[in-house]
């Protein structure tokens, strides 16, 4: 890994085991590097899945087949590779997919379709099936591994393993929630090539979990933008092993269930959160809110506009506190505003109310502000409810450096 | 004017004198500058006017007359104040706009409301009316100027001056069309901080003005995009004096008619490419073509999403082939596509098709068509009929300097 990002926590957390979830790793070597880069993740039988997925239209195997898989609910097994992404690679890519499926599943004595498959890296070259067989050969009987090394071996251009973990008391038990994930670039709703995967010993129905993982998602992995493209892999998995032992969770009515809710959305905006942290060339964490909006989904939709402006972004990177930028974001998103009422911050400090700077702005607070590395950028359009949240980070020479440099 | 850019013509066309168009410029010194920043054109009685306006809903007060005006459909006078947009400045902005459309109008004696105002620069600083009255003061008993001169006054960013000229015989008449536009950044449909201008002798009614105008942006300013934000301020204006002394032209049936469309067609289409030629840090010239698409409109929406991928243009910044990257941004668009039908292509080289890189891709000939300045990108959805090409440039360094740098 290059570089770890200014932005990255201290350390990678402690993450607690996970009943039922046993890791391994391996290399299958798909680029010219010596890192593992194939990640085996054996889950108990019984365990139940939910997923989400990218709505790029242009999307990879591994996406279609997993969006058909989740549908049975039931999953045993989960295998990334790192370094190619398979996408575009029409029915050898597919072939190479099912030809880890059923290799895994002959292991396991478990269906294909319980076996999910997911890849990211270079678009475009077939994943080769000869190292893809060899690789999983050796991660089926590797020994099993920490988070932290699984966390890194999912990983391509990121600069830091990005784990999360929370906990929750279901009936009289303790349940633990622990998610992993990567992704650095080409994020932004809905997901990125981001792949995210949260585990817990819960059980949890399926349609439950299916529940539980959309709305999770809204606000955090789908809440969040680096550069305002879309990956054509992108994957968020929900597995749940039911080895805590509580009864099966089947509504958000069942005690416990609003608590276990509460974990999983924990763990996903974390790692949300992280996975904007280590944006391609990011030296800043930006908090985009949008409050007074006319709905909900309005409000999201401007703050998004906020977000995926490079205008805004490179203010920012300048520590400028250029808000004209933000109002033209603002009314470029195409949603109702009205310039006469809009009021804009940093931090929280106003410089603008009323469609004009306000009386007696004092830039100096707002330039401390911005010399931090978490920044808030709020926009009240004064017309309703609406509220939302979302998070980016700048845009900087590090992102034209690791994009423009980039070989294909 | 900062350094040229590597993609702007050798030199400032040979515009024609226009008859009832003079230009004069002042030094209104909105900011800390020793140049000419306001201009003043002075057009014959009975000129019709024509206008497109930004969609941005948090626009300039002069965006928001100037709508109103171009409704009666005649045109006085132009003033364009460059170094402060006046955007976001609320009652006290429109009262400087005011001031100056009845300072012109009295020295004209005509109607304030056929004086049109535009600014270009800074959101959210007043007009200063002290210096807008003196300036104005100064620019209405100038000598006249040249076109280029006309077109260095308006610009801000801008690193070469831009205009473009075309003439078409209407009955028997040789009538003629000169355009000068402005802007460098900020620049996506619809409009974006760019303030283009055309001109022409020809008698038009304003309807059939307005009519030529709107298909005319269409296919030009409005099928350009420099970094996906759209600008607060951003307005086209079409005069036509009539001083060529043709029978008014009322319709499109009318003979010339097609012939005077041509010509303002080809002028506005020149003066797009130029603004994308002068987009801020660009190296490259990209020509985004979609074809195979369901329909054009959505034809467009696809060649937009690749246009305004910031992986697609850092990758040409690049000089890559990164045509998984113009997958990624088909795929996110929202249109209907379809993987295993697209085909993209570099120059005339077609790299992938039916989902797939085409067998025996040859990387030399692409290689060296990115090497170029000017570069083509293809996409053909496999769909139906719908086609349609925009421009943009790349994603550079530069783009990061500008903006990064730049003091609100």
Same mark, same amino acid.
């Given at each position: 890994?290059?570089?770890?990002?200014?932005?990255?926590?201290?350390?990678?957390?402690?993450?607690?085991?996970?009943?039922?979830?046993?890791?391994?790793?391996?290399?299958?070597?798909?680029?010219?590097?010596?890192?593992?880069?194939?990640? #085996?993740?054996? &889950?108990?039988?019984?365990?139940?899945?939910?997923?989400?997925?990218?709505?790029?239209?242009?999307?990879?195997?591994?996406?279609?087949?997993?969006?058909?898989?989740?549908?049975?609910? @039931?999953?045993?097994?989960?295998?990334?590779?790192?370094? *190619?992404?398979?996408?575009?690679?029409?029915?050898?890519?597919?072939? =190479? %997919?099912?030809?880890?499926?059923?290799?895994?599943?002959? !292991?396991?004595?478990?269906?294909?379709? /319980? %076996?999910?498959?997911? +890849?990211?890296?270079?678009?475009?070259?077939?994943?080769?099936?000869?190292?893809?067989?060899?690789?999983?050969?050796?991660?089926?009987?590797?020994?099993?591994?920490?988070?932290?090394?699984?966390?890194?071996?999912?990983?391509?251009?990121?600069? #830091?393993? @990005?784990?999360?973990?929370?906990?929750?008391?279901?009936?009289?038990?303790?349940?633990?929630?622990?998610?992993?994930?990567?992704?650095?670039?080409?994020?932004?709703?809905? $997901? =990125?090539?981001?792949?995210?995967?949260? #585990?817990?010993?819960?059980?949890?129905?399926?349609?439950?979990?299916?529940? $539980?993982?959309? /709305?999770?998602?809204?606000? +955090? #992995?789908?809440?969040?933008?680096?550069?305002?493209?879309?990956?054509?892999?992108?994957?968020?998995?929900?597995?749940?092993?039911?080895?805590?032992? *509580?009864?099966? &969770?089947?509504?958000?009515?069942?005690?416990?269930?609003?608590? &276990?809710?509460?974990?999983?959305?924990?763990? =996903?905006?974390?790692?949300? !959160?992280?996975?904007?942290?280590?944006?391609?060339?990011?030296?800043?964490?930006?908090?985009?809110?949008?409050?007074?909006?006319?709905?909900?989904?309005?409000?999201?939709?401007?703050?998004?506009?906020?977000?995926?402006?490079?205008?805004? @972004?490179?203010?920012?990177?300048?520590?400028?506190?250029?808000?004209?930028?933000?109002? $033209?974001? %603002?009314? @470029?998103?195409?949603?109702?505003?009205?310039?006469?009422?809009?009021?804009?911050?940093?931090?929280? !400090?106003?410089?603008?109310?009323?469609?004009?700077?306000?009386?007696?702005?004092?830039?100096?607070?707002?330039?401390?502000?911005?010399?931090?590395?978490?920044?808030?950028?709020?926009?009240?359009?004064?017309?309703?409810?609406?509220? =939302?949240?979302?998070?980016?980070?700048?845009?900087? !020479?590090?992102?034209? +450096?690791?994009?423009?440099?980039?070989?294909?």
């Amino acid at each position: 890994m290059t570089t770890r990002s200014p932005l990255a926590p201290a350390a990678f957390p402690a993450l607690p085991d996970i009943a039922g979830v046993t890791r391994r790793v391996a290399r299958a070597r798909y680029k010219e590097w010596d890192r593992c880069d194939l990640t #085996f993740v054996e &889950l108990a039988p019984g365990t139940t899945v939910a997923g989400v997925f990218t709505r790029n239209v242009c999307c990879s195997s591994e996406v279609e087949l997993g969006r058909e898989q989740v549908k049975g609910g @039931k999953g045993r097994a989960l295998i990334v590779n790192a370094g *190619n992404s398979n996408a575009f690679t029409g029915y050898r890519g597919r072939e =190479a %997919v099912e030809q880890i499926m059923a290799q895994v599943a002959g !292991h396991l004595g478990c269906e294909p379709s /319980e %076996v999910f498959v997911c +890849s990211t890296g270079v678009i475009g070259v077939p994943l080769p099936k000869d190292k893809a067989r060899a690789g999983v050969e050796a991660a089926l009987t590797a020994e099993p591994c920490s988070w932290e090394a699984t966390a890194e071996t999912i990983g391509t251009t990121d600069t #830091f393993p @990005k784990g999360s973990a929370a906990s929750a008391i279901v009936g009289d038990q303790t349940i633990h929630v622990a998610g992993i994930v990567k992704g650095s670039g080409m994020i932004a709703p809905d $997901m =990125a090539t981001m792949l995210g995967y949260i #585990f817990t010993d819960a059980a949890v129905a399926p349609a439950l979990l299916r529940d $539980m993982l959309s /709305e999770a998602t809204s606000g +955090s #992995f789908n809440s969040i933008t680096v550069d305002s493209d879309t990956s054509t892999s992108d994957t968020v998995l929900l597995f749940a092993t039911g080895q805590a032992g *509580n009864a099966v &969770l089947t509504t958000r009515d069942d005690p416990g269930a609003d608590a &276990l809710y509460a974990a999983i959305r924990a763990v =996903a905006l974390d790692l949300a !959160h992280q996975v904007v942290r280590d944006g391609e060339g990011a030296s800043k964490f930006i908090e985009v809110q949008v409050t007074g909006a006319t709905s909900d989904d309005s409000a999201k939709r401007v703050a998004l506009a906020i977000a995926n402006s490079p205008l805004v @972004k490179t203010a920012i990177a300048g520590e400028d506190a250029n808000w004209g930028r933000v109002v $033209m974001a %603002v009314g @470029k998103a195409g949603e109702p505003a009205d310039r006469d009422r809009l009021a804009i911050r940093f931090g929280d !400090h106003w410089v603008a109310k009323d469609g004009l700077p306000v009386d007696g702005y004092d830039e100096a607070p707002v330039a401390a502000h911005l010399k931090g590395l978490e920044i808030r950028v709020g926009a009240d359009l004064g017309l309703g409810d609406g509220r =939302a949240t979302v998070w980016t980070c700048d845009l900087t !020479h590090g992102y034209i +450096s690791i994009n423009a440099d980039y070989r294909s």
